[in-house]
């Protein structure tokens, strides 16, 4: 009994001590500045700038997000289930305009990243195109002629017109399904200003729809993501897609991020920019007011620079330094000087139709 | 109000996952002998973070590979395997029971992930579907050394000089692939196949025409290996991969191995990706993305390679040259130039068409169990089975509809055969049939051996070269009885027809087991996913 009097005084302390220590756990585990988790979709080519561990970092300390994110494509995402989440965040205008005309204007928006469209092929299609005038060089970059590359993909010239005897089927380039996914939707784009000779409005747009329907029903199945659409480009070999549309960033990133691989097939992968070719706009579109924190974040100078050096997305910091020899990227133009405004929405929206 | 109805919703699938948890506890004891606690065709390791995976069968070979990575992690993986177009139905599923999906090609992944839930999708290897045909005969049709089309091998298939294996079109990657290079060729090499072209009478005809000298098809492409080394055929199409392994094995048993023939146009590439399903456990996320990680290694991407598959960014190394033998036509350096698949509308009426019109039609025997043993679940289990394949509805959703003019025999048993009753085609007499089936009473002892038997007697009234045959057994398995009678059935037929198995109830897999092997056919295990066993014995015939 004499021993329960001595106790409160001892419990007193261990109490102390506990809430002491749940003290100290509770700031080493974050502060009480739990870091609040956006969930939203993303198109494919961004993923690396999400998973990146500097820019996380960037996020969770000075801005106390997480971004937690499930894969789409940038027109898929748009007529997906929303419910839940906080963001979008496509690789086009196109896009936060076809999310406008279905629920309005959102909390808030801002085009964080951009980069060109651009084509990517190998050395020997290269020659080859070279050798059939479509493709020229400029100050060391390639620029694939729009007009005449429309005009062959129209006849349907084949590759073992073109000299490549070893390729099956008539030239074609792969893209992603322009119904779904951005960077197919972007070349579709592209080619409609080409046919029309100046941006495809509403109007001009309605004669040149069968030829890009005769364009695309050439391509069959299309990948609805452009991130697995360039994996297939480099792992698949020539044969398998000699040709594809993507974004300027996603050979950038990977020669960074797989320098051994890089150094191994670098020689043999040659990007062209279209000329003219058309800026893909990553554009952050904040569904609610936790959402519109993720813009802060992504802008936040840091950001903006590993998001150029180490995934090739072009913001302010871009086209400032000696780039060509940062990436390793030879054919890197300096700036994309010929450029086209991509089809206002009402002229998209036919081309999406003609080609579902 | 908004606001309520999703506490509401929240609420229900609070309630849903409850009884899905009682549902997967309650399946799990009940879970008989010879399956492993994980569940799953193979389990490699043990505990840490479990990853399901959903594979396609030809995965298989790569178990070492992930038995080492399991143990030395400490983690569980247990793999599933099917085809890969029920990879792209599960995906197609609300709930997705897997924490990765791992198909032939990524085409599957895009027509499936209609719930954007797969991400970190990454190429593990390239492998082109090829056909591998007894090196002798290969020399024989002129196809050693020289550039070969779809064409070529359809002329010598017509011209009777030829036969092949292939696996179902409509359940696997690889069957599917040389199917639709083969619409191509009858087309007349369009730049892509469209609709109006399907409907082209000639090339029902045509199609119909090859398809009748398909050996047999299976529903997976590691089964149609082990399926081809077991029996005596010219020749399969199958994965370069698998086109190795199967040579391997036939030169360590002294037999003619195959020769590689790349059709130039009617090439297809499986690129085999693995996808994590993202079910919000950052804990499973991360142990996908160090597995992956690890398959994609350096080290590792060398020893897939030295499977016969292409890995890597630089094709085949110097060194693993030595497994894609010029002697046996492969041609590592090839430029692999494959034919556009179709959009997915088009390829699923393709896909349509082989199986209500194109495919040989086939001629099934049905001996089902309705013995004193069934009595309750078992009987009400394989009714419903039934039902999923003859009701054409039920039949469609998974490519499993009859053709017009394909035929089904029931044989009731308990004791002795209780009946037969034969329906053609894919009307009127099918939904007859199931209406016996579902009123067959339950009761008696049992002897499937002589059900099998009294299949194969009627068996012989068909000419069986215009048929796929097969004899589909549904049972617990306990017989009384004996094989005699059946062996001496089935060597008076004197036909290679498959028995297959489907278990229920408090089954015991022995007796038809031994059926299996006598017949080249396969046991499925009915009790832990009745509707997928049940298909894949339909793939296969």
């Known amino acids: 009994m004499r021993a329960m009097k001595a106790k409160p005084k001892v419990i007193g302390f261990v109490l102390l001590l506990a809430v002491v220590a749940a003290a100290a756990i509770y700031l080493l585990a974050g502060g009480g500045r739990r870091p609040a988790a956006l969930r939203g979709y993303v198109g494919g080519e961004k993923i690396g700038v999400l998973e990146d561990e500097e820019i996380a970092g960037i996020f969770r300390n000075r801005y106390g997000l997480t971004l937690d994110y499930a894969k789409a494509g940038s027109l898929d995402m748009v007529t997906a289930d929303l419910s839940g989440q906080d963001f979008l965040f496509p690789s086009s205008q196109t896009a936060l305009e076809y999310y406008q005309q279905l629920h309005g204007q959102p909390a808030k928006s801002e085009i964080v990243f951009n980069t060109p469209l651009v084509l990517y092929t190998r050395r020997p299609v290269l020659q080859a195109l070279a050798g059939a005038g479509l493709v020229r060089e400029e100050d060391g970059c390639c620029y694939m002629d729009m007009d005449a590359l429309a005009d062959a993909l129209l006849e349907g010239v084949r590759w073992a017109d073109l000299g490549l005897e070893e390729l099956y089927g008539p030239l074609a380039v792969s893209t992603t399904d322009p119904a779904k996914s951005n960077s197919g939707n972007m070349f579709a784009g592209l080619l409609a200003n080409v046919l029309c000779g100046g941006v495809a409005d509403a109007a001009s747009v309605q004669d040149v729809l069968p030829r890009l329907q005769l364009i695309f029903s050439r391509l069959g199945y299309m990948e609805t993501s452009s991130s697995d659409l360039f994996d297939q480009f480099l792992k698949t070999g020539m044969g398998a897609k000699p040709l594809v549309a993507g974004y300027e960033s996603q050979l950038l990133e990977f020669a960074v991020q797989n320098p051994e691989d890089w150094a191994a097939i670098g020689d043999d992968i040659v990007m062209i920019y279209p000329s003219p070719t058309v800026w893909s706009a990553h554009v952050f579109i904040a569904l609610d007011e936790a959402g519109a924190a993720g813009i802060d974040a992504l802008m936040d100078a840091d950001v903006q620079r590993l998001a150029w050096e180490k995934h090739g997305f072009r913001t302010a910091v871009s086209g400032t330094g000696d780039d060509a020899a940062r990436f390793g990227v030879s054919g890197l133009a300096r700036q994309i000087t010929r450029v086209v405004p991509m089809p206002a929405y009402d002229a998209m929206d036919q081309i999406i139709t003609a080609l579902s | ?541």
């Open chain 2, 1 to 541: 109000m908004n606001g309520r109805k999703k506490l509401l919703r929240s609420g229900v699938w609070r309630l849903a996952a409850l009884v899905m948890a009682a549902v997967l506890a309650l399946g799990l004891a009940g879970c008989g002998a010879g399956r492993q606690e994980a569940g799953g065709d193979d389990v490699f390791g043990s505990g840490g973070v479990t990853l399901r995976i959903l594979s396609g069968s030809e995965n298989r070979e790569l178990a070492p590979i992930l038995e080492r990575y399991a143990r030395e992690k400490g983690v569980t993986i247990v793999m599933d395997y099917q085809g890969s177009l029920d990879i792209m139905r599960a995906l197609q599923a609300e709930e997705t029971p897997y924490d990765a999906v791992w198909p032939a090609s990524s085409l599957w992944i895009s027509a499936g992930d209609t719930h954007h839930r797969v991400k970190h999708a990454q190429s593990v290897s390239v492998t082109p579907v090829i056909f591998g045909i007894r090196e002798s005969l290969a020399r024989q049709l002129g196809f050693v050394g020289r550039e070969v089309s779809v064409g070529d091998i359809l002329a010598a298939t017509r011209a009777g000089e030829l036969s092949f294996c292939m696996t179902s079109a409509t359940q696997s990657n690889s069957g599917c692939s040389a199917y639709i290079g083969f619409l191509y060729a009858m087309l007349g090499s369009p730049d892509v196949l469209t609709a109006d072209a399907l409907a082209e009478p000639a090339l029902a005809e045509e199609m119909q025409a090859l398809l009748a000298g398909v050996d047999r098809s299976s529903g997976s492409s590691d089964w149609l290996k082990d399926l081809f080394l077991a029996g005596d055929y010219d020749a399969m199409v199958n994965y370069e991969c698998l086109i190795i392994s199967a040579n391997r094995e036939l030169e360590a048993q002294g037999r003619e191995t195959l020769y590689a023939v790349y059709p130039y146009d009617g090439l297809s590439l499986a690129d085999s990706p693995l996808g994590y399903v993202d079910g919000g456990s950052e804990e499973k996320e991360q142990a996908f993305l160090d597995l992956q990680a690890y398959l994609l290694s350096g080290e590792v991407q060398d020893e897939i390679q030295r499977t016969g598959r292409r890995t890597g960014y630089e094709g085949v190394s110097e060194e693993n040259r030595e497994v894609f033998r010029a002697d046996w036509g492969l041609q590592p350096d090839r430029v692999l130039s494959p034919i556009r698949m179709p959009a997915s509308d088009v390829l699923f009426q393709c896909l349509d068409l082989y199986q209500t019109s194109f495919r040989k039609p086939s001629l099934t025997v049905y001996c089902l169990d309705y013995s004193g043993s069934m009595e309750g679940e078992g009987s009400s289990q394989l009714v419903d089975a039934m039902a999923q394949v003859l009701i054409q509805e039920n039949a469609a959703r998974h490519f499993l509809q009859a053709s017009q003019s394909e035929v089904n025999i029931v044989i009731p048993f308990a004791s002795e055969p209780l009946a037969a009753w034969a329906a053609v085609g894919n009307g009127a007499e099918l939904e007859a049939l199931y209406a016996q089936v579902e009123s067959q009473p339950v009761g008696g002892g049992t002897d499937l051996y002589a059900a099998v038997a009294q299949g194969l007697q009627l068996l012989e009234g068909y000419d069986l070269s215009q048929y796929t045959p097969a004899v589909i057994v549904m049972s617990d398995g306990m017989s009384g009885g004996s094989m005699d009678g059946f062996l001496a059935a089935y060597e008076r037929l004197g036909q290679d027809v498959p028995v297959f198995s489907i278990l229920f109830g408090e089954a015991d897999p022995t007796q038809l087991e031994e059926l299996a092997r006598a017949t080249n056919g396969r046991v499925f295990d009915g009790r832990e996913d009745l509707v997928a066993a049940f298909r894949s014995v339909k793939g296969y015939n």
